[in-house]
């Protein structure tokens, strides 16, 4: 019958979603801000409950009269009022493609007859439904019945025209596979080196085989090494890495873990040890600074056997390589031995197959539009090609590599910038070519339906905050912060993270992010904006520090993000009002009435339970019903005045403003408590 509990959509059909959005994204502010976490539903065992609730009836996404339907659908809204034209459709036609559910507006204009005759029925049937309400494929069977329509269960298969990578089985069948170029990702402890490595290999090898050099950060970049390549990812860190993987995109196949010589294993030395573990990506050791007089690689080396990381000359097969980023030394071995990789992992793929990879970075150019860095995984990504990323999609106008030179086509292990997408998919977002304009058009707007849906069950959940909010009754609050990292990698993997934070009562909105340290302008946007100014591996700059002072701006820097995100659940608490909690201390009988002209009415009562207390909060109740409440001002026992009576005794109480206190009368006694209420 009907599905629990009805989710009434917060998007109206036919209208456009605003704005493109994650794929397991949040819901922006707004829509109130619950967490994408929150939004999995308690029934149906979590993600494929909620995959199996996704309804893609919509005829133009699978008929192949998609665009003759389409024309149907705009129609519609014309028609409102008027009375609705049935043409029965010839018998095999009459099919309604159902995935799990249908809203019953949906069915409605399937079936070709008014919603409010289908509610109808299914209030006959017992279910109270609204138009938005979605119904599963066995009760829209039964109405569909009614009219001589079928219910097809199909859904969509979008991995039907969306070519992915090879299975490692696949690609040693496959006569096409060839090997391709690893790619890695840096790690480390912070200032072990990262950046300065990175810089180092673009600058020495990339310029040295490129007139001008890298003429552009594209988020990734290649390295000829002899006969072979290697491929960087620009972004150093395992913040970005595991944001990265937790979209699904593995495209690291080796990870160099860069530990200082004069430091050795650091925190975060052995977070990147456990994520890249976590990954399963095999870790070569850059063991960095060997230039620096306290350098002893043999301590490192040691330090890393605690983690299984065991040099091959004592018996272990993880390969350890002294550098210095700093005068280059060290840096073409590590490079010979990342090159390696290719033969020792096997690395391959087919370049014959349509392209296919993951976005690195994306980006709005003021002149160029949206810009894409995709890695090329599997295929051959051409100009010219149609392509999917996310909710985005277009065909590929221009491919420049990471000198700004046009390409015409780019296999596997090659990072490019591509233009002609409509919008920028976010990193991390699978990137495929696809046959035609038709399919790319099926899969994004699939994907569309597949997040309108998302959220309009997210707004049902958070209604009764808002209907509270509508009504005054909590106003909901936004935390503005300012967010700056030291690298792109991390930005965009703590900004998700903390926006993602927003309840129904306090949204967060990052108003500013950047890379870099804190800076006065930073300082003076918070001022300006009532905001937090929040540092992830970065700290305020002297500028910055002397105005943070003066003006009172909080700047607070943390290095671990757990950290981080438990200081903004603080401040989202603090901007809470705090939550008034009623604890009752008492009840009382009244029993006897005294006036007493000085001080008003007094109730001589009997404490039945709990205590009573002098300028504790009291409701008076009469045959369960409230009658009074007001503040309890006097308290007495036999003459004297007391401030507490424990419960078995008697006393004398007045309520201020009240004097029509009869026998039979509960005192109920209680106090209002402040609570300052935390972000869970
Ligand atoms: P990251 O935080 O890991 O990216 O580290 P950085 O690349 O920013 O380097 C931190 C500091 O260490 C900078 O001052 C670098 O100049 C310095 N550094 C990096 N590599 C070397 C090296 O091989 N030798 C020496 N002496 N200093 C280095
Ligand atoms: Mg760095």
């Known amino acids: 019958m009907l599905q629990q509990p009805i989710v009434p959509s917060a998007f109206p059909p036919g209208r456009p979603v605003e704005g493109r959005r994650r794929r397991e994204g949040p819901a922006r502010p707004g829509g109130g801000g619950e967490t994408a976490e929150a939004d999995k539903p308690k029934t149906g065992g979590g993600k494929g409950g909620a995959k199996k609730r996704q309804v893609f009836s919509r005829e133009d996404l699978y008929s192949p009269a998609g665009s003759k339907s389409r024309a149907r659908k705009r129609k519609a809204p014309t028609r409102k009022g008027g009375k609705t034209m049935v043409t029965t459709p ?64 199909v859904s969509f298969d979008e991995d039907e025209v969306l070519s992915g990578p090879l299975e490692e089985e696949e690609l040693a069948e496959d006569p096409d596979a060839e090997p391709r170029a690893p790619v890695v990702t840096i790690m480390g402890h912070v200032d072990h080196g990262k950046t300065t490595l990175l810089d180092r290999i673009r600058k020495a090898k990339v310029a040295q085989g490129e007139a001008g050099g890298i003429t552009q950060h594209i988020g990734a970049y290649r390295v000829p090494v002899g006969d072979n390549f290697v491929v960087f990812l620009d972004t150093p860190g395992h913040q970005a890495f595991t944001a990265m993987r937790a979209r699904g995109a593995q495209v690291t196949d080796v990870v160099v873990l860069v530990v200082a010589a004069d430091d050795g294993a650091m925190p975060q030395t052995v977070e990147a040890i456990n994520h890249a573990k976590a990954a399963g990506v095999p870790i070569v050791v850059a063991i960095n600074k060997i230039d620096k007089a306290g350098a002893d690689t043999d301590r490192v080396k ?68 949206p810009v894409a860095t995709v890695l090329v995984e599997e295929g051959t990504l051409r ?30 292990s090659t990072p490019v910038e591509v ?101 006065e302008s930073d300082v003076m946007l918070a001022e300006a904006s009532s905001a937090r100014v929040v540092g992830f591996n970065v700290g305020p700059d002297n500028n910055a520090k002397r105005l943070a002072t003066q003006s009172g701006i909080d700047i607070r820097s943390y290095t671990v993000i757990y950290e981080l995100i438990d200081a903004v659940k603080g401040m989202m608490g603090g901007l809470l009002a705090p939550e008034l909690v009623e604890n009752a201390l008492g009840r009382a009988e009244v029993r006897a009435v005294f006036r007493v002209s000085k001080s008003g009415t007094i109730a001589g009562s009997y404490v039945l339970d709990g205590k009573v207390a002098r300028n504790a909060q009291a409701r008076i109740m009469r045959e369960g019903k409230l009658v009074h409440r007001g503040k309890l001002v006097g308290l007495k026992r036999f003459k004297d005045d007391v401030r507490e009576v424990a419960s078995g005794y008697e006393c004398g109480i007045s309520v201020e ?21 935390s972000i869970g």
């Open 90 to 153: 010839a018998a095999h036609k009459r099919i309604v493609k159902i995935d799990e559910t249908i809203s019953v507006g949906e069915l409605g204009r399937e079936l070709g007859v008014k919603a409010n005759e289908l509610i109808a029925k299914l209030i006959q049937m017992g279910s109270m439904a609204t138009i938005n309400s979605q119904i599963d494929r066995d009760t829209a069977g039964i109405l569909a019945a009614e009219y001589e329509y079928e219910v097809r269960d």
């Open 302 to 369: 040691h330090e890393l056997t605690k983690y299984s990381l065991i040099p091959e000359e004592w018996g272990g097969d993880t390969l350890f390589v002294p550098v210095s980023a700093l005068t280059g030394k060290g840096v073409d071995s590590l490079l010979e031995s990342l090159a390696l990789q290719t033969e020792i992992l096997e690395l391959k793929a087919n370049p014959k197959k349509p392209g296919f990879g993951h976005v690195v970075e994306s980006r709005i150019d003021k002149g160029r539009g």
């Open 383 to 412: 100009r010219g090609d149609f392509v999917v990323a996310g909710a985005s999609f277009g065909r590929v106008r221009a491919m420049l590599d990471e000198h700004g030179k046009q390409l015409k086509e780019a296999g596997p």
């Open 419 to 519: 233009l002609g997408l409509d919008g920028v998919p976010p990193a991390g977002e699978g990137f495929h070519v696809v046959a035609n304009e038709k399919d790319a058009k099926r899969v994004v707007e699939m994907r569309t339906q597949k997040e309108k849906e998302k959220e309009a069950k997210a707004g049902a959940r958070q209604a009764p905050a808002d209907l509270l909010a509508a009504m005054g009754a909590k106003a909901t609050e936004t935390l503005h912060v300012i967010l700056k990292t030291d690298v792109h990698g991390s930005l965009e993997a703590v900004r998700t993270a903390v926006e993602q934070l927003g309840t129904a009562e306090v949204s967060v909105r990052v108003i500013h992010s950047g890379v870099g340290a804190i800076t």
């Open 657 to 677: 403003g009240y004097d029509d206190v009869a026998v039979g009368d509960i005192v109920e006694v209680f106090e209002i408590k402040e609570v300052q209420r």
